[in-house]
């Protein structure tokens, strides 16, 4: 494609009258690397010497405008190389681009010129542009994430993709630091040819995979799934980031390091520290002294461990040798091994690069085989943000604040390691049942005894009960506790190590998936069950349900409404003499007030009370109280709707009905929770989010005269999970019937 379309730019310059002296039509960006894809811009530079500026203005206009008359998208310049000099100079994306100036018609001598005075200005102020240039870097990873794990990268500006390879080019060509070659060239030209038939597929110049995207792309390159093409882009552009991340710290050790003037003397610091086990630490990196070999055995774990511990990372020879080299471990593994193993898992954050480079190089599939499974494997699912294996590894990282807080440090991470281990295609919502005996076996190769395997892989098939559990059941019911505390097996212990997985889980998740409201449920059902554990009476969490609230309206009927500020936001509390159907008007009023809520919970007080009162918590989506209706109206509005008089919800009725006609994008699931309580039916809906959402459900419930005796309310990913505690008016258990009769009105509301 390149050549074909330098042809037509060259014959097109002829024919506009273009000189072969003193004018010269050149190429930058993917045209003059020679990448052009199927929709790519043309960026065009018109050089000329500056003897004639009248006539390469008038070149200029004959050049451009059968471009633009022909649809092409054109970028383009008329500068001398001076000029370019001098633009490059000011801009740095500016002078990045221009390094890859090339010829495309015209005067060659001044092309060659030109690019000569760029790149002997880019090195020789190199020292000074190195921290825009990594500063650079650092700001566009953050805000288009990382190619590897994203579920729709950005394959030019996300880390690891085109731009990356550009800034590896312009590092290399200030010639402080050397691009690290071996598997970078390969995997580009992967990413490249997925971008052409991206760009084939959807028609534009579209340089993000999206998902409605990704079933043709892969087709057009031949892969057998979607998930294949996945994993292909995941690869590649961890090899990418990962030789940028290499380059970028090899640049930023030659800059310059303020020091305070000072008159003493100091010595002069070796040039290797040298390190247990023969190994070395040299530039912030861990290298082999020149006696050791690297298929001395353990070696590969203990230099992760150490660069680990240190903060630093392995040099780019050691990795490679080490994974090519190493011999595998014997199982069960030792306990030097293991002791090794675990140390590297218990470093944070820093865990990660260190990781990253043993994967790469194939050192942890020799550890663990059954990684292979889920190596770069996407995940489906808008609450996480990467892929599968990073998941895991960024679990364990988010594990480290809580190695203090269990008896079993070791096992914690070993399970946060694995929790995911059963994501292999097609396991869906089955993957902890899959993933717990092959965790068994990962374990009981780790060389850790029976009882830890067997621990381990009880973590691994319980990791979502209490998340599921605390956010989706109420909290009152035995069913629930009896439920958590099976999960697991009566010990205290086991339940401190699954609260803290459960935390680390959803925190590496994403932030939608550990918000204040999911921790505060979280650590109340947990709380309660560990009071029963430890032998105390189980007491109701106060931060939850206030009781002092329930006894005021028990005693005058009257609704109250109160404004709390919590982390993460605020959360309106409403207390009510209970009835069918107040949690229906409370959420159409909410509604009708505009007030869009992100999680909610109801809960029905009887005890010790004249008569029952429901208190709801709702969390809402502001942070300033102003942006909510008074609660004093809210109080006053409440009260109406206690007497009948309900026209304050007659717009969201009406907008419901329009909703309801519109088609859905996708069909919502509304099912039974079977044995989730033996004194209501539980009912779990799950669909796009929308606002009335609530209202529709709930409404559709009271007109069956069922009663929401509790319910749990969240929204995650513009998708909303909404659990019903149902029994009939006067507190028994609905019939089969019933419970189907409610199925089909919530799958209608819905």
Known sequence: MTECVEDALAELYTDAGGPQTGVALAAVGSLARRELGPRS??????????????RVSALAERLWYPLWDSSVRLDHSVRTPAECAEVASRELSAGVGLLDLRLVAGDGELTRAARSTLLTSWRGNARKRLPELLTAVEERHETFGDAAYLLEPDLKEARGGFRDMTMLRALA????????????????????????????????????????????????????????????????????????????????????????????????????????????????????????????????????????????????????????HAPAIATPWSASARESFVELLSCGTVLLPVWE???????????????????????????????????????????????????????????????????????????PVVGAPIAREISAALGFDEADVALVERLVREHLTLAELAT?????????????????????????????????????????????????LVNALADSVESQLVGD??????????????????????????????????QVVVAATDRIGLFAETAGLLAAHSVSVRSAALH????????????????????????????????????????????????????????????????????????????????????????????ALAN??????????????????????????LTEADGSLPSTDRVQAALTALTNGA
């Open 700 to 725: 559709s419930l009271s007109e069956l005269r069922l009663s929401i005796r509790s319910a749990h309310v969240s929204t995650l990913a513009g998708q909303a999970i909404d659990t019903f505690y």
């Open 604 to 695: 029905t007080i009887t005890t010790g009370l004249l008569q029952p009162v429901a208190i709801a918590t709702w969390r809402v989506d502001s942070q300033h109280p102003g942006d909510l209706p008074h609660p004093t109206l809210l109080s006053q509005e409440l009260s109406r709707l206690q007497d009948g008089d309900s026209t304050m919800l007659e717009r969201v009725r009406i907008r419901e009905s329009r909703a309801s006609r519109r088609p859905r994008a996708a069909r919502p699931f509304i099912g039974v929770i079977p044995d989730a309580s033996a004194s209501a039916a539980v009912i779990e809906v799950r669909t796009g989010d929308r606002s009335g959402l609530l209202f």
């Open 472 to 520: 989706k059941r109420d909290h009152r019911d035995p069913a629930t506790v009896d439920a958590l505390i099976a999960a697991v097996d009566g010990r205290l212990e086991t339940l401190h190590l699954l609260r803290c997985l459960t935390e680390a889980d959803a925190r590496a998740a994403g932030p939608a998936a550990w918000s204040p409201w999911r921790a505060q």
């Open 537 to 570: 009476q189980p007491q109701t969490p106060t931060d939850l349900v206030d009781l002092g609230l329930a006894r005021s309206v028990s005693l005058d009927g009257r609704p109250r409404v109160q404004l709390e500020s919590k982390p993460g936001g605020l």
């Open 41 to 54: 811009d043309l960026d065009l530079v018109l050089l000329h010497d500056g003897t004639d500026r009248v």
């Open 173 to 324: 060509a200030t010639w402080l630091t050397d691009r690290p070659h071996a598997g970078v060239r390969e995997p580009y030209e992967r990413l490249l040819d997925v971008r052409d038939a991206l760009h084939l597929s959807s028609g534009r110049a579209l340089d993000r995979l999206l998902v409605n995207e990704v079933g043709d792309v892969a087709d057009r390159l031949e892969y057998a799934d979607p998930d294949e093409l996945h994993r292909t882009v995941s690869m590649a552009a961890r090899r990418i980031g990962h030789a940028l991340d290499l380059t970028c710290r090899a640049a930023r050790q030659v800059l310059p390091v303020r020091r305070a003037i000072s008159f003493v003397r100091r010595e002069r610091r070796p040039e290797y520290v040298q390190a247990p086990h023969g190994l070395i630490i040299h530039s912030g990196e861990i290298g082999l002294d020149r006696n050791t070999r690297p298929d001395t055995p353990l070696l590969d774990l203990r230099a992760a461990a150490l660069a680990a511990q240190r903060g630093l990372v392995l040099s780019p020879i050691t990795a490679d040798n080490l994974g090519e």
């Open 357 to 431: 480079s043993l994967e790469l190089a194939g050192c942890v599939v020799r550890w663990i085989p059954a990684w292979q499974g889920i190596s770069a494997q996407p995940q489906h699912n808008p609450i996480h943000r990467h892929t599968v294996d990073r998941h895991s590894v960024q679990c364990v990282a988010e594990a480290q604040p809580h190695l203090t807080r269990v008896d079993r440090p070791d096992l914690l991470l070993v399970a946060c390691l694995l929790h995911d281990i059963g994501k292999l295609p097609g396991a869906g919502a089955r993957h």
